[in-house]
Structure formats: structure tokens, C-alpha cells
């Protein structure tokens, strides 16, 4: 099974701290993807990597920056937290070939405080 | 961009069957997901269609797609209180790995 691990289940930081949020999958999917889920909006996509120091801009990329050194790591980084990042942040991959097919990680609830 | 709709609630009664909508409006979605989030986890994945399908069959859930319309279905047939969770449909195509989520639909079954 495909399984996609997150840093931390819960997280309770300060306004203007600098937040990363670990991400590690064990399947050598190319593909890697940030999304915050909020109440009333669903899911919504940061920033996705389809490979290692690549990365593409989501729908909601402003506040965040991202990370993929290695294939299996894609690290979100949050420069200065505000309270409007408090969200629960879910990370994903998939494989080529089965792009839109995405596994996820169980997700880190973030509160900024 | 594409855009992904659905309702936010269904509430139905053990052992019935539920129907979970969804309307999608970008006609080259290739995929199309549906994913069951149970509270404080991630979302999992359930079952696909291609869309050169119409139906899609596999134990208690049933996926049809009417293109024309633009519309997928989940069914859920004999509903347990274990089913209770959001559904998000989701659908994918085109030049990028994108997946397009609807805001999901929370079922809750009442025994």
C-alpha cells in the first residue's frame, strides 16, 4: 500500500513564526501536491512538484513556498504565519502514468495563534 | 478553469441506499474520483471512472456518468453507520497532474 506520512497530526504556532510541514511518501511517486481544506471550501491546491527542485504554483500559493530536495520528501513552508493559514494541510502523490490519482497523508490541523 | 460541484449534505437511514451527486463542467476530464474523508483522516480514495465509461460497478458502490450532462453519481447501497463521512468528487485531465475537488457532501446515516 501507498503510504504518505505527514510530520505532525497537530501544530500550534505564532503569528509571524516560520512553520514547516514535512511531508514523506514511500511508493517513488513522481508527483507531489499541498492542499488546505477549509470548512465551506473544500480542498484547495498550494503547490505541486511533478519532480525533485520542481515545482508549479496551485490556485493558492500566496503566503507559502515549498520545498522537494529528494523524491520522497516535499516539505510546505509557511515564511511568516498569519491566523488566516490556521487550516488543516493535506499533502498527496500520485505516479506518472496515473497522475490524477492521488494518495493522501492523513493531514496536520495548524493553528496560528 | 475547471469547476466541480456537488450538494454539502445527505442524510439517509441504515440500510437504505444513498445517492451522492456531483456536476463537473470541463468536458476533457479524463478521471473521475470519488473520495471518502472520515473525520480528523485524509482522504481516501474510493473508486474511478474513466470517461469513456458510463458505469462503474464494485461491492456496495455503483459510479455512473452521464457525459451529455456532465454529471457522476455515487451509490451506496445498503448504507452503514460506517459510511458516514464527507465525499469529494474530483476530476482530472488536460496538460498538468491537477485534480479539481468539489467542496464534498457530508452523508450522515442515522440508525
Known amino acids: 500500500d501507498v503510504k504518505v506520512t505527514q510530520s505532525s497530526r497537530y501544530l500550534v504556532k505564532r503569528t509571524g513564526e516560520k512553520v514547516f510541514l514535512e511531508c514523506v511518501q514511500d511508493?517513488?511517486?513522481?508527483?507531489m501536491f499541498w492542499y488546505r481544506q477549509d470548512p465551506g471550501l473544500g480542498l484547495r491546491l498550494i503547490y505541486f512538484?511533478?519532480?525533485?527542485?520542481?515545482?508549479e504554483k496551485g490556485d493558492i500559493p500566496e503566503g507559502y513556498s515549498v520545498s522537494r530536495e529528494k523524491k520522497e520528501r516535499f516539505s510546505l513552508i509557511l515564511e511568516s504565519a498569519s491566523t488566516n493559514q490556521t487550516s488543516m494541510y493535506l499533502c498527496?502523490?500520485?505516479?506518472?502514468?496515473?497522475?490524477?490519482?492521488?494518495?493522501f497523508g492523513p493531514g496536520t490541523r495548524l493553528t496560528v495563534t | 478553469g475547471e469547476d466541480v460541484e456537488q450538494s454539502l449534505f445527505l442524510s439517509v437511514r441504515e440500510g437504505d441506499s444513498s445517492v451522492i451527486n456531483c456536476t463537473y463542467t470541463d468536458s476533457s476530464s479524463t478521471y473521475l474520483y470519488w473520495y471518502k474523508q472520515e473525520p480528523g483522516a485524509g482522504l481516501q480514495l474510493l473508486t474511478y471512472?474513466?470517461?469513456?465509461?458510463d458505469m462503474k460497478q464494485d461491492q456496495r458502490l455503483t459510479v455512473l456518468l452521464n457525459k451529455k450532462d456532465k454529471h457522476l453519481s455515487l451509490r451506496i447501497a445498503d448504507t452503514q453507520t460506517g459510511d458516514s463521512a464527507i465525499y469529494f468528487c474530483?476530476?482530472?485531465?488536460?496538460?498538468?497532474?491537477?485534480?479539481?475537488f468539489g467542496k464534498g457532501t457530508l452523508l450522515t446515516v442515522n440508525p
Open positions: 511508493m517513488d511517486h513522481e508527483n
Open positions: 471512472i474513466f470517461s469513456n465509461m
Open positions: 512538484s511533478y519532480d525533485v527542485k520542481m515545482k
Open positions: 498527496a502523490s500520485s505516479l506518472v502514468g496515473t497522475q490524477y490519482e492521488q494518495y
Open positions: 474530483a476530476g482530472g485531465g488536460g496538460s498538468n497532474y491537477k485534480l479539481t
